[in-house]
């Protein structure tokens, strides 16, 4: 039971993903509405075998405040798809400042991408094209959908849908 089950707000907007566990509860405690089935899962009582969610849709409207995506190794990491943005490795990873914090470089989404050990001390204290290396893709700050998408798989491609995906 790996995967993962796509929680949507009363107005079909998609604000986190949980457990198959935890969405069935919700389902089962009439929190929450089944919008489609997984394709793969089954849940299995004693006596009786359910079909997994794979989207569920809460009862209620909950207003979910955003504060945006936290600054940390993990997400930064997560973000750049846990590859060097220098040469693509998935070897040896670390955080790279494109501008150094010796030269007043600032600890934030825009400044910061995952280099391997080996890209990282090349370009040492110098900003990437003083070290002579080329990003593969420009640093930004993600969003919650793009975090979303990020759980989406082969087994859940009606996620789709609701992601904003395109096809």
């Known amino acids: 039971m790996k995967d993962k089950v796509l929680i949507l707000n009363q107005d079909f907007s998609a604000i986190a993903v949980c457990s198959i566990q935890r969405a069935f509860r919700l389902v089962y405690l009439d929190k929450a509405e089944m919008v489609t089935k997984s394709a ?3 849940l299995h009582t004693v006596s009786t075998a359910y079909a997994a969610p794979s989207i ?3 009862q ?6 955003y504060y945006g995506i936290a600054l940390s190794r993990h997400n930064v990491m997560r973000r750049d798809n846990y590859s060097c943005q220098y040469c693509g490795s998935v070897k040896h990873l670390t955080l790279d400042h494109l501008l150094p914090r010796c030269r007043g470089g600032e600890t934030k989404w825009q400044n910061l991408v995952t280099a391997c050990s080996r890209c990282n001390t090349r370009k040492g204290d ?10 593969l893709r420009k640093p930004t700050r993600p969003s919650l959908q ?4 990020l759980h989406l798989n082969h087994s859940n491609t009606d996620w789709k849908v609701y992601l904003g995906v395109e096809n």
Not at 146 to 149: A, C, E, G, H, P
Request: proline share 8%.
């Open 146 to 149: 793009t975090f979303l998408q």
């Open 126 to 135: 110098r900003t990437p094209e003083e070290a002579g290396l080329k990003l």
């Open 56 to 58: 569920i849709r809460l």
């Open 40 to 42: 793969t899962e089954i």
């Open 60 to 65: 209620r409207y909950v207003r979910v405040p």
